[in-house]
């Protein structure tokens, strides 16, 4: 039972997990269940992997929080590596995406007020776009219902069509700071923007002399098959941000920028607490040694394509059920016919974990890790599923 003690924010499920290794869970009833939403993609290497509970044991040992106030050994580290496997050459260490999204909009603000462009504080977000929950994540993301009764909302946000490089040419002026977007959005239902797409705003982006913002929060850190989308893509952003997956499952984020991106950002002008705490920092390190590792992409991209093969098969003969099969690697959508939420509790009652987006869209976010007869029985769960559904209706 759910406490009334917490906060009435989430319509919980009632499961209570006690334990966890791989890809299952366990319940406190003894039931196994296979987690292909690993905590929406935070679980990159399932539960209990070997490598990271070492790392933050022996972290747990040593120093757990520091002040940024000093020079941070595990701190240096991390970033030494993540600038050395990505665009980016300067980084700043947060808990979660959405702080790792604040982060990009203020340094995106500040880079031009700094080169005296104070009026280019706008940025272009897309619909259908998830940022976050903080007050100016929610007004990037511009969904009503995040949005609705906590006002006054933040301005400086200027909404266009999903994919509608008309529409964003026009929506750029000279108020205009830079373009965010998710490469693939997650939350907004495993639409992947075209790779076209994002080499078009890079190169909006450098007509005008504004920054490009992904946010590979959901996308990134492997779970596509490729480090980052933005390496798939070929484009270069100026600013990135990135948690989920970065921590395997301990609350890290980063923003990650361009020399020139970061320059308006001088000390004392944004700061964290936690952000960037030795005890962070060593499970990121060890969550790169295993993304990075010899073939560990390759092998998620195989597992992806055999994976997403398989769902569209399923599609195909459960047509009356299903819709569509989406995404890229190990971030795949199904699209219900109808609403998802009983084709995710059907799989869920033949022990199958899932997460919804919107109202069609069934996530399917295994850890990177997945085995090939996990995928296997997550297929003959999902056929379960289709009956199920169509028994009902
Ligand atoms: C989850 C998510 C966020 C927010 O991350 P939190 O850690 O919940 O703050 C931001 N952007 C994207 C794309 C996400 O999927």
Redesign the pocket.
């Known amino acids: 039972m759910v406490s009334l003690a917490l906060y009435n924010a989430y319509n919980r499920i009632p499961l209570t997990f006690v334990s966890g290794k791989g890809s299952w869970l366990t319940t406190d009833k003894n039931e196994k269940y296979l987690d292909f939403g690993s905590g929406?993609a935070v679980n990159a290497f399932g539960y209990a992997h070997p490598h990271l509970v070492e790392a933050l044991k022996k972290q747990a040992e040593g120093i757990w929080h520091l002040s940024n106030l000093y020079d941070i050994a595990e701190q240096n580290a991390f970033a030494d590596r993540l600038i050395a496997a990505t665009f980016a050459d300067r980084a700043f260490f947060v808990n979660?995406?959405?702080?790792a999204?604040e982060c990009a909009i203020k340094t995106a603000r500040r880079y031009h007020w700094l080169k005296g462009d104070t009026k280019r504080n706008r940025i272009i977000t897309f619909e259908g776009a998830?940022?976050?929950?903080t007050l100016a994540t929610i007004a990037a993301g511009g969904k009503d219902k995040y949005l609705e009764g906590f006002g006054p909302h933040i301005d400086g946000f200027d909404q266009v069509p999903f994919a509608d490089h008309d529409a964003l040419k026009a929506a750029v002026n000279e108020k205009t700071a830079a373009i965010l977007i998710?490469p693939i959005q997650?939350?907004g239902g495993i639409r992947p923007v075209p790779y076209e797409c994002l080499r078009g705003m890079r190169d909006l982006c450098d007509e005008h002399g504004i920054l490009l913002i992904f946010?590979e929060?959901?996308c990134g850190v492997g779970r596509t098959g490729h480090f980052f989308v933005s390496d798939a893509a070929g484009v270069t952003p100026d600013l990135m941000?990135v948690?989920?997956g970065i921590g395997g499952g301990f609350p890290v984020?980063v923003c990650l920028a361009t020399e020139e991106a970061s320059t308006g950002i001088t000390p004392g002008i944004h700061g964290t607490t936690y952000g960037g705490n030795p005890l962070a920092m060593a499970v990121g390190a060890a969550v790169l040694d295993l993304v990075l590792g010899d073939g560990f992409l390759d092998e998620v991209k195989h597992k992806g394509l055999i994976f997403k093969q398989k769902l569209a098969k399923l599609v195909d003969e459960n047509a009356d059920i299903l819709e569509e099969c989406r995404g890229e690697g190990l971030l795949l959508g199904l699209k219900t016919k109808g609403p998802n939420m009983a084709f995710i509790q059907a799989a869920r009652d033949e022990k199958l974990l899932t997460v919804p987006a919107g109202t069609y869209i069934m996530r399917i976010l295994p850890p990177l890790t997945v085995l090939e007869d996990e995928i296997d029985f997550a297929l003959s769960t999902l056929e379960k599923a289709c009956q199920k559904v169509r028994d009902e209706s």
């Open positions: 929406i979660s995406g959405a702080e999204m998830f940022h976050g929950r998710e997650g939350e946010d929060v959901q941000a948690a989920k984020g």
